[in-house]
């Protein structure tokens, strides 16, 4: 079974910075895209931003410029590096992998999920 586990979240003020990690772990054959969404209360889960294996990025427009993706293959992790934060970036952060293990094609796995609260 493969497990994707979150840290990094708390409580900061509207202009400063949080740096978020997911770890992946288990019976990983190989891992291609990761990536980190967000729920706020009362919305839908959104896509924040996606690294592939090779390292090419996309990121929400709502981030761009101030959150940064990033990810050690060796590793197995992704990190998301949030500067300027902003209250409307107050959310549940969770990361997602596509990942493969020895005997089973590429699937989507999830995290549990850190709180990151920002206030004004």
């Known amino acids: 079974q493969v497990q994707l586990v979150e840290s990094g979240g708390g409580l900061v003020q509207a202009g400063g910075s949080l740096r978020l990690s997911c770890a992946a772990s288990g019976s990983i054959f190989s891992i291609n895209v990761m990536g980190w969404y967000r729920q706020a209360p009362g919305k839908q889960r959104e896509l924040v931003a996606k690294i592939t294996s090779g390292g090419s990025t996309n990121y929400a427009d709502s981030v761009k410029g101030r959150f940064t993706i990033s990810r050690d293959n060796a590793k197995n992790t992704v990190y998301l590096q949030m500067n300027s934060l902003k209250p409307e970036d107050t959310a549940v952060y969770y990361c997602?992998?596509?990942?493969?293990?020895?005997?089973?094609?590429?699937?989507?796995?999830w995290g549990q999920g850190t709180q990151v609260t920002v206030s004004s």
């Open positions: 997602k992998a596509g990942v493969r293990t020895v005997v089973t094609g590429f699937v989507d796995s």
